[in-house]
């Protein structure tokens, strides 16, 4: 499943990669405090990204909550940039709505919360819908929501489910578009 999804990762990066004039930014990076954690997004077309991030993700179910330490991947396609500047809107920083493919991997070690850990690993992959925005002194605000499917290496608690995800932070970096 891993394979797959990077496999797809790459290609999506080559596809796009040769396209010249970029909307969205060469390189930003973003340190979190909700989920906490360091995330780097970085162009490969006009107006899409791929992210990455580390760090940890709050989960919770109906026996509790944790934070699990995670990585995660998403191959964003933002669709309103040319909107948000007919309206004088800010795009830096990626300020922008997104869909994306995304997949995270998170180890089955809680850190904080009242879950039982497992062995081992599990994780989600699926489409979402997100909003992101980075203010002129670097503050960032993304939300995304989406279902998909979510397998674990341990239990049989394979399915689908929704997901959430809310992260605040700061941009520290971001690389000058090619305009």
Do not use: H
Not at 13 to 18: G, I, N, P, R
Not at 163 to 178: A, C, D, F, P, Y
């Amino acid at each position: 499943m891993r394979k797959s999804i990077l496999t797809i990762l790459v290609l999506c990066t080559f596809l796009v990669s040769a396209q010249t004039q970029k909307n969205v930014e060469n390189g930003q990076f973003k340190i979190n405090f909700i989920n906490p954690g360091l995330e780097y997004e970085f162009g490969v077309g006009t107006d899409q990204t791929i992210d990455f991030g580390i760090g940890l993700q709050f989960g919770a179910n109906s026996d509790g909550y944790a934070f699990f330490p995670a990585i995660n991947g998403q191959y964003r396609y933002y669709y309103n940039f040319k909107r948000r500047l007919e309206r004088d809107k800010r795009t830096r920083g990626n300020s922008a709505n997104y869909l994306a493919a995304s997949g995270t991997l998170f180890l089955e070690e809680v850190i904080v919360g009242n879950l039982d850990s497992g062995d081992g690993y599990f994780g989600f992959v699926g489409p979402v819908y997100g909003i992101q925005r980075t203010y002129r002194k670097g503050f960032n605000f993304n939300l995304e929501f989406g279902v998909g499917y979510y397998f674990d290496n341990f239990l049989d608690d394979d399915g689908f489910g929704p997901t959430v995800s809310l992260s605040i932070g700061w941009v520290l970096g971001q690389g000058k578009r090619q305009k």
